[in-house]
């Protein structure tokens, strides 16, 4: 049994936060796999140095647990040295350690990579970063010294090895630019030619040159403020392909698309140049036509295919025929068809203004009809053009065992702020002093009237039907105009919309003055997602008065 827990070597780090991080205890069974995770978890809380732990035998046949601790010094000040060209303030924000905090190795060595990585972001691409090591031990100062490299550009971008695409079909796929004086910087960064390296490869494999090899050389001028860049390329030759076949996952025909129907779908056929690209294109359509017919995956299956959503699993099977002078690919596609399940309950969350009916008439899915997979996206894009909301995600729920065959539908919605108060005031030689106060709210309800004065101030009144409303009041020494609009998307909840507007204006000319009264009414009807048709009625009074003896005849 243990009979005593001490720590030596403790001098700032509290007894009680030792004794909080370990699971022996006194009394306990002496376990050295209890103690052995102890050590580790003291080590990981990056006080010490090191952390090591003895158990020495008593008289009485029990033992002492002694934890020997070396703390880490602790650093009393960070600084930053030799930067002219980005500031202490920028610096420090990437670099995480803290004063009068542990050292802690691992986090110094991560500032100095972030510091160097910053410096390559802005152009300076042998920018080091090193540590006063002696400052730090004698004084508790951790002193990062920078010794600034000079901005490096691209002066030039060559590719080596490409026999099959001219050089203006690879750098359209490159970000790496040449400098351009009072246009483009052109400095050196190694992420993007990390970035570049990789289009390249996407580039000859959508292309059938599925053995190609990229990489990227970089020669410095003798100054190092210059650098040419080039792109080695190993083409190989290109793939075609020889044969095609889809079955479903089980090796069984598929049931519910024939040959013929599935060749159809395929971008890929037999001859072409094998492509990745139509490769993902095709399982996209195939994901697509499974999707309008209502099939889905089931929980089991989007499970055994680690699938993040409930599409139809396609897998692709590519193997590699043929001889090194005509290389060719049999292209295998095994699809999980997955089950048809009927629209169970929509359910809606997140809208605590906006009206379920609004949603609802966004979401095309209705309860007890078959799945359409293609509508789940084109519902959430229909909410997101009503700029009624920051976010939309559409969910389709497991399948309950209380209604099999259905599954229902979680939309979950982030509404935004959808009105604006504006005042402006303007001055003009020929329509002098006026100003303007509008109000615009795109998500009004004129049904919601405020039952307190409280409601109406906080914006919790006339909200929430999805209705624009538009009123301009623009009061001047020589004009004034009101105006006013209300446009309803789906009059008594169907396709067609509505909008009436009222306008009157006054304006004093030198000759003559006017004055205008008139309202538009508009009635429309959606024509899918993409047009509409719209009947507009136009009605306005038109009275000139104080008509001067030198106004023209027209007037």
């Given at each position: 049994?243990?009979?005593?827990?001490?720590?030596?070597?403790?001098?700032?780090?509290?007894?009680?936060?030792?004794?909080?991080?370990?699971?022996?205890?006194?009394?306990?069974?002496?376990?050295?796999?209890?103690?052995?995770?102890?050590?580790?978890?003291?080590?990981?809380?990056?006080?010490?140095?090191?952390?090591?732990?003895?158990?020495?035998?008593?008289?009485?046949?029990?033992?002492?647990?002694?934890?020997?601790?070396?703390?880490?010094?602790?650093?009393?000040?960070?600084?930053?040295?030799?930067?002219?060209?980005?500031?202490?303030?920028?610096?420090?924000?990437?670099?995480?350690?803290?004063?009068?905090?542990?050292?802690?190795?691992?986090?110094?060595?991560?500032?100095?990579?972030?510091?160097?990585?910053?410096?390559?972001?802005?152009?300076?691409?042998?920018?080091?970063?090193?540590?006063?090591?002696?400052?730090?031990?004698?004084?508790?100062?951790?002193?990062?010294?920078?010794?600034?490299?000079?901005?490096?550009?691209?002066?030039?971008?060559?590719?080596?090895?490409?026999?099959?695409?001219?050089?203006?079909?690879?750098?359209?796929?490159?970000?790496?630019?040449?400098?351009?004086?009072?246009?483009r910087k052109g400095e050196l960064d190694e992420e993007i030619?990390?970035?570049?390296?990789?289009?390249?490869?996407?580039?000859?494999?959508?292309?059938?040159?599925?053995?190609?090899?990229?990489?990227?050389?970089?020669?410095?001028?003798?100054?190092?403020?210059?650098?040419?860049?080039?792109?080695?390329?190993?083409?190989?030759?290109?793939?075609?392909?020889?044969?095609?076949?889809?079955?479903?996952?089980?090796?069984?025909?598929?049931?519910?698309?024939?040959?013929?129907?599935?060749?159809?779908?395929?971008?890929?056929?037999?001859?072409?140049?094998?492509?990745?690209?139509?490769?993902?294109?095709?399982?996209?359509?195939?994901?697509?036509?499974?999707?309008?017919?209502?099939?889905?995956?089931?929980?089991?299956?989007?499970?055994?295919?680690?699938?993040?959503?409930?599409?139809?699993?396609?897998?692709?099977?590519?193997?590699?025929?043929?001889?090194?002078?005509?290389?060719?690919?049999?292209?295998?596609?095994?699809?999980?068809?997955?089950?048809?399940?009927?629209?169970?309950?929509?359910?809606?969350?997140?809208?605590?203004?906006?009206?379920?009916?609004?949603?609802?008439?966004?979401?095309?899915?209705?309860?007890?009809?078959?799945?359409?997979?293609?509508?789940?996206?084109?519902?959430?894009?229909?909410?997101?053009?009503?700029?009624?909301?920051?976010?939309?995600?559409?969910?389709?729920?497991?399948?309950?065992?209380?209604?099999?065959?259905?599954?229902?539908?979680?939309?979950?919605?982030?509404?935004?702020?959808?009105?604006?108060?504006?005042?402006?005031?303007?001055?003009?030689?020929?329509?002098?002093?006026?100003?303007e106060v509008s109000i615009n709210q795109t998500n009004f309800?004129?049904?919601?009237?405020?039952?307190?004065?409280?409601?109406?101030?906080?914006?919790?009144?006339?909200?929430?039907?999805?209705?624009?409303?538009?009123?301009?009041?623009?009061?001047?020494?020589?004009?004034?105009?009101?105006?006013?609009?209300?446009?309803?998307?789906?009059?008594?909840?169907?396709?067609?919309?509505?909008?009436?507007?009222?306008?009157?204006?006054?304006?004093?000319?030198?000759?003559?003055?006017?004055?205008?009264?008139?309202?538009?009414?508009?009635?429309?009807?959606?024509?899918?997602?993409?047009?509409?048709?719209?009947?507009?009625?136009?009605?306005?009074?038109?009275?000139?008065?104080?008509?001067?003896?030198?106004?023209?005849?027209?007037?």
């Amino acid at each position: 049994p243990i009979s005593a827990i001490r720590f030596r070597g403790l001098s700032r780090v509290w007894e009680q936060k030792m004794l909080n991080n370990i699971r022996a205890a006194v009394g306990e069974p002496l376990d050295p796999v209890v103690v052995a995770d102890d050590v580790a978890r003291l080590n990981r809380l990056g006080e010490f140095k090191a952390v090591t732990a003895v158990a020495e035998l008593q008289p009485d046949g029990s033992v002492a647990v002694i934890y020997d601790v070396s703390e880490q010094q602790i650093i009393r000040e960070v600084q930053v040295v030799g930067n002219k060209l980005i500031s202490d303030q920028d610096l420090r924000a990437v670099v995480q350690v803290v004063a009068q905090g542990p050292r802690d190795d691992f986090l110094i060595e991560k500032a100095k990579r972030s510091i160097e990585e910053l410096y390559k972001k802005r152009g300076h691409y042998l920018t080091t970063v090193t540590i006063d090591e002696k400052e730090l031990q004698q004084s508790g100062v951790l002193i990062f010294q920078i010794i600034e490299g000079p901005r490096v550009k691209v002066r030039a971008v060559e590719f080596e090895g490409n026999d099959s695409f001219d050089t203006d079909a690879l750098l359209a796929e490159v970000k790496t630019r040449t400098a351009m004086f009072l246009f483009r910087k052109g400095e050196l960064d190694e992420e993007i030619l990390e970035n570049d390296v990789a289009s390249l490869d996407r580039f000859y494999k959508d292309r059938g040159y599925l053995d190609v090899r990229v990489d990227r050389t970089i020669e410095l001028s003798p100054d190092s403020k210059e650098a040419k860049v080039t792109f080695i390329v190993s083409e190989g030759r290109p793939y075609t392909l020889r044969n095609v076949q889809v079955m479903h996952f089980d090796g069984q025909p598929l049931r519910v698309f024939s040959p013929e129907q599935m060749a159809a779908i395929i971008e890929l056929k037999t001859g072409d140049i094998y492509s990745y690209d139509k490769v993902r294109k095709s399982t996209k359509a195939i994901q697509e036509a499974y999707g309008v017919q209502g099939y889905m995956l089931s929980e089991e299956a989007r499970q055994s295919h680690s699938s993040p959503n409930w599409d139809i699993f396609v897998e692709t099977v590519a193997l590699r025929v043929g001889d090194a002078e005509s290389p060719q690919i049999d292209l295998l596609l095994k699809i999980d068809e997955g089950e048809r399940p009927l629209v169970g309950t929509v359910n809606i969350n997140g809208n605590f203004l906006t009206r379920d009916r609004v949603i609802r008439g966004e979401v095309r899915l209705n309860p007890g009809q078959p799945f359409d997979g293609t509508e789940i996206e084109k519902s959430r894009e229909r909410l997101m053009r009503t700029r009624l909301f920051n976010d939309a995600r559409i969910t389709v729920l497991k399948q309950t065992p209380e209604d099999p065959g259905y599954r229902d539908i979680l939309v979950e919605v982030k509404e935004r702020n959808t009105g604006s108060v504006n005042f402006g005031v303007a001055v003009g030689s020929d329509s002098g002093l006026f100003g303007e106060v509008s109000i615009n709210q795109t998500n009004f309800d004129i049904t919601d009237t405020p039952a307190s004065l409280n409601e109406l101030i906080s914006g919790r009144a006339f909200r929430g039907a999805g209705q624009t409303f538009n009123m301009t009041i623009r009061p001047g020494t020589e004009l004034f105009q009101y105006s006013m609009s209300l446009t309803e998307p789906h009059l008594f909840d169907t396709e067609y919309s509505g909008t009436a507007a009222f306008l009157v204006f006054q304006r004093d000319y030198d000759d003559y003055d006017q004055e205008q009264w008139g309202g538009t009414m508009s009635i429309g009807r959606k024509l899918g997602d993409l047009w509409a048709a719209n009947v507009n009625m136009e009605g306005k009074e038109v009275r000139l008065y104080n008509i001067q003896a030198g106004t023209p005849t027209e007037v």
